[in-house]
Structures are given as C-alpha cells and as structure tokens.
C-alpha cells in the first residue's frame, strides 16, 4: 500500500510543469492533468483549482486536502537544506497553529514528597501573548522552459532539487530573521569561544527545555574545526554541537550563532502556493536595486526572450519567541581553529 508521503511525494513539481505548460498552450489544467495522466494528488489539485481561487495563494490552496499533503511532503523533503523547517521536523520547535494568541502555559506538579494536606509545588512559564502571526516568504526561480516542461526522471529531479534549495532559502530568511530581530540577549563575539559559548548557554539553558544551535555557513565551518571533541559539528545540514543539534543555516548573516529554546518558540509552515510566469521582466541580480524604495536603473532580462519561466512557491510560516531569552544571538564571531596537540 502507498503512504500518504509517497504518493504526494512529486506533486508540486508536477503543478509546475502542468501550470507552465498550461502557460504555454492555453489549455486547461484539468486537460492537461488527463492527458499527461498526471499523478492523482496532482490531478486532483489541478481540477479543483477553479476560477473562485488560485494556486499562486497559499491561503487558498491551503483549504485542498490534496494540496495540504502535497506541502507537507515538498517541506519534510527539504532536508537539512532549511534549518527552519528541519527543526520543526525533529520537534525541536514547538507547532502552534498561525494566527492564534500565544496565552500563559502551566506545567505539572514538580516532583516532590508533599505531605497530607501541604500545598504542591509547580512550576510556570510565562509566555508573551502575542499571536503567531502569518508571514509570506517567496521562493522565485527562472528556468528555461524545456526542463521545466520535460517528463524525463533527470528534468523533474533537476526542477525538484531548485525548488527546494529556493524555498529552503526563503523560509529560513524569513522566520530567522523574525527571531533574530526579537531576540533580547545579542552579544558580540570576543576571540574565546568558550567564554562565548558558556555566555550564550547561561542565557538560554534553564534545563527545562530543548536546545539548539542555528549558525551562518561560515560560522558552521569555524565550528567543525574547533577540534576540542566535544561534538560531531559538520559544516552543513544537520549536525551536533555540545550534544545539541547544529542546524548551518544561510538565512542568517556571517558571523552569527543563533542558540535557542525551542520549548519557548512557536512556529509553524501551513501551506505552498505555486505561481508561474512566462512574461516577466527581471534583474537577475541576488541584491536586486529596482525595488520601490530607491530605484536603480539597472539591465533586465526579458524571460519571454530568453525562453525561459519563472516559478514563484509562497509558504506561509509564522515563528515568535515566547519569551524575550528563549533565543541568545552571537554577532561577529571569527574563531580561530583549534589545533590538537
């Protein structure tokens, strides 16, 4: 029997490649979805997606059973490529649904011996009250219109593995940022990482909750060569520092170690949206400077020229800290390794 993974497995990049092809043609992606004989999630989420709604939002698409599953494998198949939504996956983060009021949490009772009639003694932690609210992180890549169009198995791994390093990108950019900027205690690195480390741990430790460390790519790399043993650090993905998990992130800015709470930390990926454009004119450029703000002219790319199409994936997160120390942030860390004698 098929699990429900496997089955949705390959489901968004098939709505990519029926959506551009739709793009191209004019057909109906319910005509497409036939005679291409697409996978059945696919061809579900396809004829469902009527002129009431649209893929491109996530908040619509969010309501497609299909479409919901379809999310939760394309993000569980992320890998350590997202250090947000790969510690989300282990649990290390507490799952709170978006859009609700984070009120106050009791525990239970402490252990301990109390005597007939004696008051019993808990403990309490004290969350912020405020709601996690639903952010929009974009994923946008451009790819030329024969990959993306093409059935073979090579075509539609290349198109998957872009998709998910550009979502994996703009989720941590997102809800990184997010906890970063509500962080309390920041500290700025000194040349003694173990002064640092146990500065960060003091802060956040309270031996209650579940620890992790988040850091920049290369911070990670200043990690794996600390060579003093006391963990398993790798320079990407997933790995361990002091007995907790180390998650390299490049969400983050150099130069920074994230150490978090996630007992005191909310968060969430509800649902993906899936856009295509075959007409759009961009900056190809990974700071662009023609935003609204300030800008600046620069040369563009006419991806109707060049053959090529853009695809948009939307993924609605949220993430707030629950209390103001439930993350520490070191700033401006350059650790020299540590050579063993």
């Not at 697409?38 to 989420?45: D, G, K, L, N, Q």
Request: net charge negative; hydrophobic share 50%.
């Amino acid at each position: 029997m098929q699990n429900a993974y496997s089955e949705h497995a390959g489901t968004i990049q098939s709505l990519v490649r029926a959506l551009v092809i739709a793009e191209k043609t004019g057909e109906t992606t319910s005509d497409i979805a036939d005679r291409l004989r697409m996978p059945a999630p696919a061809a579900r989420i396809l004829k469902a997606a009527v002129g009431a709604g649209t893929l491109a939002d996530p908040a619509w698409a969010g309501q497609l059973a299909d479409m919901q599953a379809a999310s939760s494998a394309f993000l569980q198949a992320l890998g350590a490529r997202s250090a947000f939504a790969a510690l989300l996956d282990q649990s290390v983060l507490t799952r709170a649904p978006l859009r609700c009021h984070v009120g106050a949490v009791s525990e239970g009772v402490v252990g301990a011996v109390s005597g007939e009639g004696e008051a019993r003694p808990v403990s309490r932690m004290s969350l912020s009250g405020d709601a996690l609210a639903a952010q929009q992180a974009d994923a946008i890549i451009v790819l030329s219109r024969e990959v993306v169009e093409n059935s073979s198995a090579a075509s539609q791994a290349f198109v998957s593995r872009q998709l998910r390093r550009a979502v994996a990108k703009a989720l941590d950019a997102g809800a990184l940022s997010t906890l970063i900027t509500s962080a309390t205690p920041t500290f700025p690195a000194t040349a003694n990482h173990l002064s640092d480390l146990k500065q960060m741990l003091d802060t956040v430790n309270s031996g209650e909750g579940r620890l992790a460390w988040i850091a920049a790519p290369d911070v990670g790399n200043s990690i794996a060569l600390l060579n003093d043993g006391r963990g398993t650090a790798s320079p990407e993905g997933v790995s361990e520092f002091l007995g907790l998990p180390l998650a390299i992130s490049p969400g983050i800015a150099a130069g920074t170690l994230v150490l978090l709470d996630g007992d005191r930390i909310l968060a969430d990926v509800e649902s993906l949206g899936v856009d295509i454009s075959r007409f759009t004119t961009l900056q190809m450029n990974d700071g662009p400077t023609m935003d609204a703000i300030t800008p600046t002219a620069t040369a563009t790319v006419s991806l109707w020229q060049v053959n090529a199409v853009a695809i948009k994936i939307s993924a609605l997160f949220g993430a707030v800290a629950g209390t103001p120390d439930a993350l520490a942030v070191l700033t401006g860390i350059e650790w020299p390794p540590v050579v063993s004698g």
